[in-house]
Each structure stands twice: as structure tokens, then as C-alpha cells.
């Protein structure tokens, strides 16, 4: 190769500030749009609105930190991509139970239900809703979850971390059962690490039964283990080698007081 041909082949600053600046850009645009990596169960908000005929009355998990009140007793969620956001899907909250978004911006909210077509007189009727037309003018047509649960969707060691913060809170968790002690009591595991802290369950009314290593969600309520408030609550019938196991395990810890235990659909993360 020539002298000249080396000068016009050379690579200057400028040409190589260029090439990492877009490398740079492309990188970014990777981490912020790829769909995460997929567990059996879940389903993301963006499949739901990109392929929302092939899954109407589908019943369906999701979970998302981007949800916007619209109504009393309904939602939009999106999926957001690289600061774009997707087309909304309505949640229609048709558990029963009043529902409150979290003020921490980072808590995911979890939504249990049936994929449906925004009807509202169709709605109403079927499920014995009272739903304002006004709020969905934008939405009309549109692809909604008529959600038999919906509730705040920490991670199993968050409860563990820091209790106070989730005490009285309607919640929805995912985990391994371990530990089953009777019927009506077991532990939740979310993962196999050492050292961290299983979360006790305990379900007043089961109408499932569970076994060890299955996974399932539990909705509940989040309150100290304080024994003598539970077997008043409760009716509890323990003999007095469990009292005596149980109050020297988790007294003043976290107990879930679950209201429904179902197997797990959870997977992905939007």
C-alpha cells in the first residue's frame, strides 16, 4: 500500500468520536427496548396490545410499575420503551376490593384476569360494573383486563427487609412453598439463596391444597406475627409444642394472612 493510499485510509479523532458516540446511542437503545428474558407464566402488556384478537378471554398475569389511574375502579398500563409509550391496556378492577395505587413509583402492581375488548355496556352488564363512558372515550375498542385480583407485587425478601413498610397492605406474591406445617399454614420462598428470610403464610380458609416445591401466588394481607392477636383473629387451634415453635421463629416478624393461594402464572417482568 502507498503513502497516499495509508493518508486516505487513516483513521482521525473525529471519525473514531463518531463511531463510539453511535455505538454509544445503539447501546442504549438495546437496554431500554429488549424484552426481558421470559419465565414460564407471564404475559407482557406489549404482546397483549400486539396481538390482542388472539388473546381475548385469555386469563392472564401481568405486572407493571407504569399504571395510570383513569377511573374509581379502572387503569392504564403501558409498556414503556426507550422513553415511548405503547398503547394502553385498561385494567377494569372486578375483584371486589377497593384498590390504591402505590406512591413509590418503583412497586410493581400485579393484575390477575381475563383479556377482553373494551365494551363498556358489555362490561357492565356481565360483571355487574358501574363504569363512567367519559373516561374511555380515548380508549374505545380497545383491549382490556377484566381483573379478578389485583394488588402491590413486592418481592418476597422485600417484605422481609423492611416489614413496616408493607404492614396492613393488600399484596401479591410469588413463591416456592416450603415448610408446610398444617393445611392452613406454610412459607414462602422466593429463590435459593442463603441466608434470606422465608416469608410465613398463613391461610385461614385454603380451598386449594399445596404441596412442597409447587409455586404459586398468594394475595393477602401483611401483618406482625403476634400470636395472641392471631388466635383471636383466627380461631387458631395450635397445641402448645407449635405455639412455642412459632413464637420463638417469628414473633414480631411478617406473616401473610392470605385470601386466595393459586397456582402461579407468573413469568416476565414489563
Do not use: C
Request: charged share 30%; net charge positive.
Amino acid at each position: 500500500m502507498t503513502n497516499q493510499t495509508k493518508k486516505r485510509f487513516q483513521w482521525s479523532p473525529k471519525i473514531i468520536f463518531t463511531i463510539a458516540f453511535f455505538g454509544f446511542l445503539f447501546g442504549l437503545y438495546f437496554i431500554f427496548t429488549r424484552e426481558p428474558a421470559p419465565t414460564p407464566g407471564l404475559m407482557s402488556v406489549s404482546k397483549i396490545a400486539r396481538e390482542k384478537d388472539d388473546l381475548i378471554g385469555k386469563f392472564v398475569t401481568i405486572r407493571s410499575k407504569y399504571i395510570e389511574k383513569l377511573g374509581p375502579t379502572s387503569f392504564a398500563v403501558r409498556k414503556r420503551k426507550f422513553f415511548i409509550k405503547s398503547k394502553p391496556v385498561i385494567i377494569i378492577n372486578a375483584s371486589g376490593k377497593v384498590f390504591d395505587l402505590p406512591s413509590e413509583k418503583d412497586t410493581e402492581v400485579q393484575v390477575t384476569g381475563t383479556i377482553r375488548q373494551l365494551d363498556i355496556p358489555k362490561l357492565e352488564k356481565e360483571f355487574n360494573l358501574r363504569l363512567q363512558d367519559k373516561v374511555y372515550e380515548d380508549y374505545k375498542n380497545g383491549t382490556a383486563i377484566v381483573a379478578q385480583h389485583i394488588a402491590l407485587a413486592p418481592e418476597v425478601n422485600d417484605i422481609a427487609d423492611n416489614p413496616k413498610k408493607y404492614y396492613n397492605r393488600r399484596l401479591a406474591l410469588t413463591g416456592e412453598i416450603e415448610n408446610i406445617k398444617n393445611p392452613k399454614m406454610f412459607t414462602l420462598d422466593e429463590d435459593d439463596l442463603l441466608g434470606e428470610q422465608d416469608l410465613l403464610v398463613l391461610n385461614p380458609t385454603p380451598a386449594m391444597a399445596v404441596n412442597n416445591g409447587q409455586t404459586v401466588a398468594v394475595t393477602g394481607v401483611v401483618r406482625p406475627f403476634r400470636l395472641a392477636e392471631l388466635e383471636k383473629d383466627y380461631k387458631l387451634t395450635w397445641n402448645s409444642g407449635l405455639k412455642k415453635e412459632m413464637e420463638l421463629k417469628y414473633k414480631e416478624k411478617p406473616v401473610l394472612i392470605a385470601d386466595t393461594v393459586y397456582p402461579s402464572r407468573i413469568s416476565t417482568l414489563d
